[in-house]
């Protein structure tokens, strides 16, 4: 929820021989319960592991409940003092630097491509099946401006997308954070997004 509207926000889970992985948590904490309850139906196996991808809580809120369940929450170590700092819920285990997880034979890859929509932002890749989780590093598409930029680095934020399109090139998917990606535009996109806010004139009074 924005402002009190809907307003969608995508993540991403990985249905392995061990378990079911997710990327990033619902928005809130009430979306949390049904969604686990949900992929235990749907697949018979228990979410096991938890990956968030910067600390905003539209990726973190229900990492307390999951902390409760025993699902290991992992984010980097960069995000998990923006967490405490912010009074954001926070991963139980958390790495440095850029790692990997395999589970069951399924790999992701989490690389850290530098400050974007925020300081912490990471990207997942999965090598096998060539998808991109850009999180909200990436925007939609279709997306018409950049969002959330309370946290940003707009000067970075260009150079972070360069690197991650030259680290994974043509993945399968990229997965925005928020929107459609079925048209694959969202690195495009957002460089693009960024270059119009560039060249916007500040307003002098
Ligand atoms: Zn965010």
Same mark, same amino acid.
């Given at each position: $929820?924005?402002?009190?509207?809907?307003?969608?926000? /995508?993540?991403?889970?990985? +249905?392995?021989?061990?378990?079911?992985? $997710?990327?990033?948590?619902?928005?809130?904490?009430?979306?949390?319960?049904?969604?686990?309850?949900?992929?235990?139906?749907?697949?018979?196996?228990?979410?096991? $592991?938890?990956? +968030?991808?910067?600390?905003?809580?539209?990726?973190?809120?229900?990492?307390?409940?999951? /902390? =409760?369940?025993?699902? $290991?929450?992992?984010?980097?170590?960069?995000?998990?003092?923006?967490?405490?700092?912010?009074?954001?819920?926070?991963? &139980?285990?958390?790495?440095?630097?850029?790692?990997?997880?395999?589970? &069951?034979?399924?790999?992701?890859?989490?690389?850290?491509?530098?400050?974007?929509?925020?300081?912490?932002?990471?990207?997942?890749?999965?090598?096998?099946?060539?998808?991109?989780?850009?999180?909200?590093?990436?925007? =939609?598409?279709?997306?018409?401006?950049?969002? /959330?930029?309370?946290?940003?680095?707009?000067?970075?934020?260009?150079?972070?997308?360069?690197?991650?399109?030259?680290?994974?090139?043509?993945? &399968?998917?990229?997965?925005?954070?928020?929107? /459609?990606?079925?048209?694959?535009?969202?690195?495009?996109?957002?460089?693009?997004?960024?270059?119009?806010? &560039?060249?916007?004139?500040?307003?002098?009074?």
């Amino acid at each position: $929820m924005l402002d009190g509207e809907p307003f969608p926000s /995508n993540g991403l889970y990985l +249905v392995t021989a061990s378990g079911i992985v $997710m990327i990033d948590t619902p928005w809130d904490v009430e979306q949390t319960i049904p969604l686990l309850e949900q992929l235990q139906q749907r697949h018979g196996k228990k979410v096991v $592991m938890c990956l +968030v991808t910067h600390f905003h809580d539209d990726r973190t809120a229900g990492l307390g409940i999951l /902390n =409760s369940r025993q699902i $290991m929450t992992y984010s980097s170590k960069q995000t998990g003092q923006l967490c405490r700092t912010r009074k954001e819920k926070e991963a &139980a285990f958390q790495f440095d630097g850029d790692t990997s997880f395999t589970l &069951a034979g399924v790999t992701l890859e989490v690389y850290y491509p530098g400050p974007g929509h925020s300081k912490d932002n990471l990207v997942i890749w999965f090598p096998q099946a060539r998808i991109l989780y850009g999180g909200c590093l990436v925007k =939609s598409g279709t997306a018409i401006g950049l969002g /959330n930029v309370a946290d940003a680095d707009l000067g970075q934020w260009p150079v972070s997308i360069q690197k991650v399109i030259d680290r994974f090139p043509q993945p &399968a998917f990229v997965i925005p954070g928020h929107g /459609n990606w079925s048209d694959g535009q969202g690195l495009q996109r957002t460089l693009q997004l960024l270059r119009e806010q &560039a060249s916007k004139k500040p307003v002098r009074w």
